[in-house]
């Protein structure tokens, strides 16, 4: 007779590394937009490691959690700042300048508008996670609508402040999501709070074999 054995395997909420990775990669991203700091050189480093391994690193743990949302959101912003580092390089020149003078601004803007709309659907999806959750979301959605229209050249100035300031506001609410995330579940209660959900979408209920024989 055969044994089958079932081993668990735990593996711990990553949502606190990858709100970290996203606080701190808009936090020194948006000192440049707003002139405070000058230069990409070391902001680069942060936008591959915090921002794009740090949130993919996230995205890989929450699969395993069958967290289809945290998996699509940290997996897809966390390639979203690989690729605007490689972006950086290519920019400087770090590529050559064949395929620096071939580059074509405009095709960012597509891309953050692209962004935008899963945005959108990720800022839905988060009425029904936590009010913390749901303000990075809408924060978001103001930086790629700034981002977006003023790499067009689309009211540019005010566009790129919109940008600027919504992605440093990113930056301070994420780095507050990630100190609840850990405090919270280290403490074992809320221990800060995150927000209820909205309770604005409910669930289909399930029809039995009964209701759907008396429909037809």
Known sequence: MSESNNIKI???????????GLAIVTLVASSVKLGWTEG???VIPWAIFLGGIAQFYASILDSKHNNVFGMSAFGAYGLFWMGVATTWFIQLGAFGEALKNSADVHQLGIVYLGYLGFSVFMTIGALETNKVLFSIFFLIDLLFIGLGLSTLGIMEYGMHLLAAYSELAIGLVSLY??????LNKHFGFEFLPIGKPFGLIKPREKKTATQLSTEN
């Open 177 to 182: 999501g990630a100190g609840a995330n850990v």
């Open 10 to 20: 735990v593996t711990a909420d990553p949502s606190g590394i990858g709100l970290f």
């Open 40 to 42: 990409l050189g070391l």
